[in-house]
């Protein structure tokens, strides 16, 4: 079954006490990709924790390998005004369309935002055909996990430790796109 689609530009999201003035969730092109390593650098640094990668090695990254991932349509930016306050992005591994780097920033949480960057990334994946979009969840994860449900991903029953000895698993989940 196939997640509802939402808007890609939420203008006054939010509840009344918490507005966002300007919200735009789109598909980055190959010259915003400064704007796709400044909120990529934004979540390591925000939540170093929830990603494979540290922070030192993907600042390190030259700027050709920016471009290219900012040219390949399968990262998505939500752009608080002319802030880029999230991401989320697509890779294929192993055969398979999978969501990666999901962020966003403190402030723009709580405004649907994180709904419409996963939205972009499906509609990456059904681009080029998939019929399924998998990603990983960190255990005890609970916000990430119900966001995904809400959305329409199952869990699939596999599990996987997370790198260089830390204790937390993840569990994988899936979308049908079709």
Wanted: hydrophobic residues 40%; glycine residues 8%; negative net charge.
């Amino acid at each position: 079954m196939s997640a509802p689609r939402r808007p890609s530009s939420l203008p006054g999201v939010g509840t009344p006490d918490k507005v966002v003035p300007t919200a735009e969730v789109r598909v980055v092109v190959e010259d915003e990709w400064p704007a796709l390593k400044q909120v990529r650098l934004a979540a390591l640094q925000d939540t170093p924790e929830a990603y494979w990668a540290s922070y030192d090695e993907v600042a390190a990254w030259p700027d050709e390998r920016w471009r290219l991932w900012a040219a390949s349509g399968a990262a998505v930016i939500a752009w608080v005004g002319d802030k880029p306050s999230g991401l989320a992005a697509g890779i294929i591994h192993d055969d398979e369309h999978h969501m990666i780097s999901m962020w966003l920033a403190p402030d723009a949480r709580g405004h649907g935002l994180a709904e419409a960057l996963v939205h972009g990334v499906a509609d990456w994946a059904r681009r080029d055909g998939a019929t399924v979009l998998t990603l990983w969840v960190v255990d005890g994860n609970e916000s990430g996990r119900r966001l995904y449900e809400r959305i329409g991903f199952e869990p699939t029953g596999d599990q996987q430790p997370f790198p260089e000895g830390d204790p937390r698993t993840e569990s994988k989940m899936a979308l049908r796109l079709t």
